[in-house]
C-alpha cells in the first residue's frame, strides 16, 4: 500500500533502524556520570550532536536534543523571549507557520504580550520586505518556516534573515520539514526540527540557538542539555535521528531531482485527469516531494478516506475536518480552496509505479465523491435566466454551499447575480476561490438575518 504522506512522518529509515538498534546496548547509562558506562554514553551523545550540528550548519554547543519538535519550537520561542524581555514582548510571525509556532503566539497573547501575523501570496510565500515592516522597536523575536507542512512552498530565509539582522532582531526557523533535504541558509539566529520527518525516531527534536543571541530557558532549572531541556536523555534514539539525517542528507540531492520528477507527474496530470482541480503552492520554489491540490465539490476528508480504501495514504488540509470543522489557516491565508484539499507527499524510495496508480485511481474517486454529494457535472445556461437568485445553504457544511451555487449559476444571464445564504465559515473563503477558478465575480459578502449573505455575479 504506497504511502504518501512524508509530510506528517516519514517511514524509519533504515539507518535509523540500525543505530538504534545497536545503541539500545551502549546507551543506556546516564552520560553525566564519570563510570565506563557513562562515559561510553556520553560519546554516543557527543557524537550524534556533532553530526546533527554539522547537518544543521552550526556548532554542537549551540544545538541541543528536545523530546519533540514542537517543544524545540516552544523552548526556542519562550527563551528567545524571556531572554530579550528588556526590549519587548513582540513577536512577528507568518500567517502560514505551524501551528505550534502559533500557539506559542497565542501564548504570548494571553500573558499580554503581542504579535503580528505577516499574511502571505497565492502561492504562500511572505515578501520579505514586507515581513521587514512589521518589525518594530519592542519586536523580541521573529519566526518563519523553511517551508510550508501543507504546500511545501519554500520561504525567502536567507533575505528575510538578513532583514531581521539589520534591525537587531533574532529570527527563529522552523525547519522541519526542510532539514532531510539541505541546511536552511542564511543568518539565522534559533532553529527548531523534528526527527521523525526525516525518518529518524519519533520524540527526538532539535534545537540550536547561535552564540551571542540571548536566551533565557523558561520553568525550573535543569542541569542537561545547557538547560534547555529537561530530562534524561533518550539516548538511543539521539543517536539513531542523527545517523539518519547524515544519511538522508547523503542521498538528498539524487533523491530530491528523482522525487521532483514524479511530483511534477502529478502537477501536470490532475488538472488533465479530474477537472475542476487547482494545484496551489510555488511551482518552483517548493519542496522537490510534496504537492497539494483541492477539487472543487468534493469534502476532503471524504476523499481521503476513499483514496485510502482504494490503497493509498494521503493527508488532506481540507476546510471540514472531522474535529474542528474549520478551515486550514495555511489555505486561509493564501486565498486558495481549502475544500477538497488533498496532499501528497512522496517518501523516498516511491516508485513510478506507485504515482501511476494514484494517478489511476484518482479521476474516479474524485467522481464517485462529487456524484454522492450532487455535484453539478457542469453548468449549463438556463432557456429562462432570471435576474437574480438567492441560494439557502444555512445549516449547510462544505462543499454543499459552492455545489449549490455551481448549480444555478447558469440560471441567471450575464451580469446577473446569486446570493449565497450561508453560515459556514468556510463559505467565506471557499466561494471567492471558486469565482477565481470559474472565471466569475464575487461581488462581496453582506450582513443576513441568520449567517451572511455572499454575492456573485456571473460573467461567462
Known sequence: MPY???????????????????????????????????????????????????????????????????????????????????????????????????????????????????PVGRTGAV????????????????????ANHEVGTEQPVAETAEICADAGVPLLVDAAQSLGWGPVPGRWSLLAASAHKWGGPAGVGLLAVRKGVRFAPRGPADERESGRAAGFENIPAIV????????????????????????????AAVGNLVPDVEVVGDPERRLPHLVTFSCLYVDGETLLHELDRAGFSVSSGSSCTSSTLTPSHVLKAMGVLTEGNIRVSLPSGTTQEDVDGFLGVLPGVVAEVRQRLGAPVSAAPSPTPRASLVVDALGRRCPIPVIELAKVIGEVPVGGTVTVLSDDEAARLDIPAWCTMREQEYVGEEEAEHGSAYVVRRLL
Request: with cysteine.
Open 127 to 146: 515578501d520579505p520586505s514586507a515581513y521587514g515592516q512589521s518589525l518594530r522597536a519592542d519586536t523580541a523575536l521573529a519566526c518563519l518556516q523553511s
Open 4 to 118: 504518501f504522506d512524508a509530510a506528517s512522518s516519514a517511514p524509519l529509515h533504515p539507518v535509523a533502524r540500525q543505530a538504534l538498534l545497536a545503541s539500545l546496548d551502549e546507551g543506556w547509562a546516564d552520560p553525566a556520570r564519570l563510570y565506563r558506562e557513562g562515559r561510553r554514553a556520553a560519546l554516543l551523545l557527543d557524537a550524534a550532536r556533532e553530526a546533527a550540528a554539522e547537518a544543521v550548519g552550526c556548532r554542537p554547543d549551540e544545538l541541543v536534543f528536545t523530546s519533540s519538535g514542537t517543544g524545540a519550537v516552544h523552548s526556542a520561542v519562550s527563551g528567545a523571549l524571556s531572554g530579550r524581555r528588556r526590549v519587548g514582548r513582540h513577536l512577528v510571525v507568518s500567517a502560514v507557520e505551524h501551528s505550534s509556532v502559533l500557539h506559542a503566539a497565542a501564548s504570548l497573547e494571553a500573558s499580554g504580550g503581542t504579535f503580528t501575523e505577516v
Open 240 to 267: 539513531a535521528a542523527a545517523a539518519s539525517l547524515r544519511a538522508v542528507r547523503a542521498e538528498a540531492a539524487a533523491e530530491a531531482v528523482r522525487l521532483r520528477a514524479l511530483v511534477d507527474r502529478i502537477r
